[in-house]
Protein backbone atom coordinates (compact mmCIF):
# COMPACT_ATOMS: atom_id res chain seq x y z
CA UNK A 1 0.00 0.00 0.00
CA UNK A 2 1.00 3.46 -0.81
CA UNK A 3 2.02 5.68 2.33
CA UNK A 4 0.38 9.38 2.06
CA UNK A 5 3.22 11.48 3.25
CA UNK A 6 2.93 14.79 5.35
CA UNK A 7 3.81 17.39 2.61
CA UNK A 8 3.35 19.87 4.76
CA UNK A 9 5.55 19.15 7.48
CA UNK A 10 8.49 21.74 7.35
CA UNK A 11 11.20 19.13 8.04
CA UNK A 12 12.92 18.99 4.47
CA UNK A 13 13.68 15.30 4.95
CA UNK A 14 10.24 14.31 6.32
CA UNK A 15 9.28 12.79 3.16
CA UNK A 16 12.69 10.99 2.75
CA UNK A 17 12.66 9.77 6.66
CA UNK A 18 8.54 8.64 5.97
CA UNK A 19 9.44 6.47 2.56
CA UNK A 20 12.77 4.69 4.36
CA UNK A 21 10.66 3.50 7.40
CA UNK A 22 7.70 2.07 5.11
CA UNK A 23 10.92 0.71 3.05
CA UNK A 24 12.67 -0.76 5.86
CA UNK A 25 9.16 -1.82 7.70
CA UNK A 26 8.89 0.88 10.10
CA UNK A 27 12.92 0.28 11.04
CA UNK A 28 15.89 2.15 10.10
CA UNK A 29 17.99 1.65 7.16
CA UNK A 30 20.71 -0.05 8.22
CA UNK A 31 23.53 2.14 6.50
CA UNK A 32 21.63 5.37 6.79
CA UNK A 33 21.84 7.77 10.21
CA UNK A 34 18.51 7.65 11.79
CA UNK A 35 16.65 10.43 10.71
CA UNK A 36 19.60 11.12 8.22
CA UNK A 37 20.72 14.65 9.42
CA UNK A 38 23.85 14.39 11.71
CA UNK A 39 24.81 16.90 14.11
CA UNK A 40 27.39 15.72 16.16
CA UNK A 41 30.30 15.22 13.84
CA UNK A 42 32.32 13.64 16.20
CA UNK A 43 33.79 10.38 14.71
CA UNK A 44 32.21 11.02 11.18
CA UNK A 45 34.80 11.62 8.24
CA UNK A 46 33.29 14.32 5.17
CA UNK A 47 32.35 12.88 2.07
CA UNK A 48 35.15 15.21 0.27
CA UNK A 49 37.68 12.93 2.27
CA UNK A 50 36.42 10.12 0.07
CA UNK A 51 38.98 11.30 -2.58
CA UNK A 52 41.94 11.97 -0.72
CA UNK A 53 43.21 9.72 2.71
CA UNK A 54 39.66 8.66 3.21
CA UNK A 55 39.22 6.58 0.54
CA UNK A 56 42.03 4.32 2.30
CA UNK A 57 39.63 3.41 5.73
CA UNK A 58 36.97 3.01 3.02
CA UNK A 59 38.66 0.61 0.57
CA UNK A 60 40.40 -1.23 4.00
CA UNK A 61 37.37 -2.05 5.67
CA UNK A 62 35.78 -3.61 2.67
CA UNK A 63 38.81 -5.61 2.57
CA UNK A 64 38.27 -7.08 6.00
CA UNK A 65 34.50 -7.13 5.61
CA UNK A 66 34.85 -9.50 2.82
CA UNK A 67 37.86 -10.62 3.00
CA UNK A 68 38.39 -9.31 -0.85
CA UNK A 69 41.06 -8.46 -3.36
CA UNK A 70 41.79 -4.99 -3.46
CA UNK A 71 40.10 -4.86 -6.81
CA UNK A 72 36.93 -6.52 -5.32
CA UNK A 73 36.89 -4.40 -1.99
CA UNK A 74 36.86 -1.55 -3.89
CA UNK A 75 34.17 -2.77 -6.39
CA UNK A 76 31.89 -3.98 -3.23
CA UNK A 77 32.86 -0.57 -1.51
CA UNK A 78 31.79 1.46 -4.20
CA UNK A 79 28.32 -0.37 -4.75
CA UNK A 80 27.64 -0.57 -1.39
CA UNK A 81 28.36 3.39 -0.66
CA UNK A 82 26.50 4.53 -4.28
CA UNK A 83 23.56 2.37 -3.35
CA UNK A 84 23.08 3.99 0.36
CA UNK A 85 24.18 7.48 -0.82
CA UNK A 86 21.62 7.94 -3.44
CA UNK A 87 19.05 6.07 -1.67
CA UNK A 88 17.63 9.19 0.13
CA UNK A 89 17.68 11.36 -3.31
CA UNK A 90 15.98 8.29 -5.33
CA UNK A 91 13.17 8.30 -2.51
CA UNK A 92 13.18 11.85 -2.21
CA UNK A 93 12.38 11.81 -5.86
CA UNK A 94 10.18 8.94 -6.22
CA UNK A 95 7.97 9.94 -3.13
CA UNK A 96 7.71 13.52 -2.87
CA UNK A 97 9.81 15.21 -5.89
CA UNK A 98 11.89 16.49 -3.25
CA UNK A 99 15.39 16.16 -3.86
CA UNK A 100 18.33 15.92 -1.07
CA UNK A 101 21.30 17.53 -2.47
CA UNK A 102 23.94 14.85 -1.52
CA UNK A 103 26.90 16.56 -2.64
CA UNK A 104 30.42 15.07 -1.10
CA UNK A 105 30.40 18.43 1.13
CA UNK A 106 26.70 17.98 3.12
CA UNK A 107 27.91 14.27 3.45
CA UNK A 108 29.78 12.85 6.25
CA UNK A 109 30.47 8.83 7.01
CA UNK A 110 31.48 6.30 9.27
CA UNK A 111 33.32 2.99 8.61
CA UNK A 112 33.30 -0.45 9.93
CA UNK A 113 30.35 -0.19 11.68
CA UNK A 114 28.29 -3.54 13.43
CA UNK A 115 26.46 -4.92 10.34
CA UNK A 116 27.45 -2.62 7.71
CA UNK A 117 29.97 -1.62 5.73
CA UNK A 118 29.60 1.98 5.63
CA UNK A 119 27.01 4.21 7.50
CA UNK A 120 26.42 7.63 5.83
CA UNK A 121 24.15 10.99 7.01
CA UNK A 122 23.80 14.42 5.81
CA UNK A 123 24.76 18.05 7.68
CA UNK A 124 22.19 20.07 8.97
CA UNK A 125 21.00 22.66 6.74
CA UNK A 126 21.66 20.46 3.36
CA UNK A 127 19.78 21.73 0.83
CA UNK A 128 16.76 20.24 -0.80
CA UNK A 129 15.38 20.64 -4.45
CA UNK A 130 12.14 21.44 -4.85
CA UNK A 131 9.21 22.66 -7.31
CA UNK A 132 7.40 25.65 -7.04
CA UNK A 133 4.30 23.87 -5.72
CA UNK A 134 5.97 22.55 -3.09
CA UNK A 135 4.72 23.80 0.54
CA UNK A 136 9.02 24.52 1.36
CA UNK A 137 9.26 26.55 -1.68
CA UNK A 138 5.77 28.26 -0.93
CA UNK A 139 6.80 28.65 2.70
CA UNK A 140 10.45 30.24 2.18
CA UNK A 141 12.18 27.30 3.60
CA UNK A 142 15.74 28.38 3.51
CA UNK A 143 17.28 25.30 2.50
CA UNK A 144 14.94 24.94 -0.12
CA UNK A 145 16.04 24.85 -3.63
CA UNK A 146 13.70 25.76 -5.82
CA UNK A 147 13.48 24.83 -9.66
CA UNK A 148 10.90 25.30 -12.26
CA UNK A 149 10.03 21.66 -13.44
CA UNK A 150 10.51 18.19 -12.85
CA UNK A 151 13.71 18.30 -15.70
CA UNK A 152 15.56 20.62 -13.73
CA UNK A 153 14.91 18.91 -10.39
CA UNK A 154 16.84 15.59 -12.10
CA UNK A 155 19.33 17.81 -13.46
CA UNK A 156 19.65 18.62 -9.71
CA UNK A 157 19.96 15.44 -9.04
CA UNK A 158 21.99 14.40 -11.01
CA UNK A 159 24.61 17.32 -10.52
CA UNK A 160 24.41 16.62 -6.49
CA UNK A 161 25.13 13.01 -6.55
CA UNK A 162 27.05 12.48 -9.83
CA UNK A 163 28.64 15.56 -11.04
CA UNK A 164 29.44 16.88 -7.79
CA UNK A 165 30.04 13.84 -5.27
CA UNK A 166 30.49 10.39 -7.11
CA UNK A 167 32.61 11.26 -10.22
CA UNK A 168 35.36 12.84 -8.64
CA UNK A 169 35.26 9.75 -6.46
CA UNK A 170 35.08 7.19 -9.66
CA UNK A 171 37.98 9.24 -11.05
CA UNK A 172 39.73 8.09 -7.53
CA UNK A 173 38.67 4.82 -7.19
CA UNK A 174 39.56 4.13 -10.85
CA UNK A 175 43.00 5.77 -10.78
CA UNK A 176 43.80 3.46 -7.32
CA UNK A 177 42.85 -0.08 -8.49
CA UNK A 178 41.89 0.58 -12.19
CA UNK A 179 38.52 -0.82 -12.23
CA UNK A 180 36.62 0.40 -15.07
CA UNK A 181 35.02 3.16 -15.49
CA UNK A 182 31.49 1.49 -16.91
CA UNK A 183 31.32 -1.57 -14.49
CA UNK A 184 31.43 1.17 -11.90
CA UNK A 185 28.33 2.96 -13.17
CA UNK A 186 26.61 -0.42 -13.72
CA UNK A 187 26.80 -0.73 -9.62
CA UNK A 188 25.25 3.07 -9.44
CA UNK A 189 22.87 2.12 -11.81
CA UNK A 190 21.56 -1.32 -10.32
CA UNK A 191 21.55 0.80 -6.83
CA UNK A 192 18.95 3.34 -8.22
CA UNK A 193 16.84 0.69 -9.61
CA UNK A 194 16.79 -1.26 -6.95
CA UNK A 195 16.22 1.66 -4.88
CA UNK A 196 12.95 2.21 -6.40
CA UNK A 197 12.14 -1.33 -6.57
CA UNK A 198 12.59 -2.22 -3.65
CA UNK A 199 10.01 0.80 -2.23
CA UNK A 200 7.85 0.69 -4.78
CA UNK A 201 5.09 -0.54 -2.52
CA UNK A 202 5.77 3.13 -0.15
CA UNK A 203 5.70 5.50 -3.36
CA UNK A 204 3.10 6.60 -5.84
CA UNK A 205 3.54 6.20 -9.48
CA UNK A 206 5.06 3.36 -11.87
CA UNK A 207 8.41 2.20 -10.57
CA UNK A 208 9.89 1.46 -14.33
CA UNK A 209 9.07 5.17 -15.35
CA UNK A 210 10.55 6.24 -11.87
CA UNK A 211 13.99 3.89 -12.90
CA UNK A 212 13.84 4.98 -16.59
CA UNK A 213 13.80 9.01 -15.61
CA UNK A 214 16.02 8.88 -12.82
CA UNK A 215 19.23 6.67 -14.75
CA UNK A 216 18.52 9.04 -17.72
CA UNK A 217 19.07 12.17 -15.88
CA UNK A 218 22.41 9.52 -15.06
CA UNK A 219 23.12 9.12 -18.45
CA UNK A 220 23.29 4.91 -17.45
CA UNK A 221 19.82 3.82 -18.44
CA UNK A 222 21.62 1.51 -20.60
CA UNK A 223 23.79 -0.36 -18.19
CA UNK A 224 20.85 -2.27 -16.68
CA UNK A 225 17.41 -3.91 -18.02
CA UNK A 226 14.18 -4.39 -16.58
CA UNK A 227 12.44 -7.54 -16.65
CA UNK A 228 8.59 -7.95 -14.70
CA UNK A 229 8.22 -10.71 -12.27
CA UNK A 230 4.70 -13.04 -11.94
CA UNK A 231 3.79 -10.72 -8.37
CA UNK A 232 3.93 -8.09 -10.53
CA UNK A 233 7.08 -6.54 -9.31
CA UNK A 234 10.53 -6.11 -12.30
CA UNK A 235 13.84 -7.64 -11.47
CA UNK A 236 16.41 -5.34 -11.91
CA UNK A 237 19.27 -7.21 -14.90
CA UNK A 238 22.46 -5.94 -14.84
CA UNK A 239 25.19 -5.87 -17.79
CA UNK A 240 28.10 -5.42 -15.97
CA UNK A 241 29.77 -7.18 -12.07
CA UNK A 242 30.31 -6.10 -8.94
CA UNK A 243 33.17 -8.95 -8.73
CA UNK A 244 31.30 -10.78 -5.85
CA UNK A 245 32.00 -13.91 -7.85
CA UNK A 246 35.99 -13.26 -6.78
CA UNK A 247 35.38 -13.58 -3.60
CA UNK A 248 36.70 -17.03 -1.07
CA UNK A 249 32.84 -17.35 -0.58
CA UNK A 250 31.24 -16.80 -4.33
CA UNK A 251 28.58 -14.95 -4.75
CA UNK A 252 26.51 -14.11 -7.81
CA UNK A 253 23.94 -11.58 -7.22
CA UNK A 254 20.38 -10.91 -8.00
CA UNK A 255 20.57 -10.14 -11.31
CA UNK A 256 24.19 -10.95 -11.68
CA UNK A 257 25.05 -10.61 -15.58
CA UNK A 258 27.38 -13.91 -15.02
CA UNK A 259 24.66 -16.42 -14.38
CA UNK A 260 23.80 -19.12 -16.62
Not at 143 to 149: G, N, R, S, T
Not at 169 to 185: I, Q
Not at 220 to 240: E, F, H, S
Request: a neutral charge; charged letters at 15%; aromatic letters at 4%.
Amino acid sequence: MTITLELADSRPLAPVTATLRAMFGGGEAPALFPGLTVTDQAGWTPATDLTGPGLNALLESAGRRWNAQPHAAAALAWKSYTYWLALPAVLGWASARRVPLITARNVVTRFDNAGTLVTIGVLPGTPVAVLPTDPLALSHHPDAVVVPDEEALLAAFRGALLDEHLAPLLDTVHNRVRLGRRPLLGSLASGVAYGVVRSADAVPGSSAESIDRLLGALQVRDLIDLAPTANGKLDVQRKTCCLAFTLPAPKLCPGCCIKP
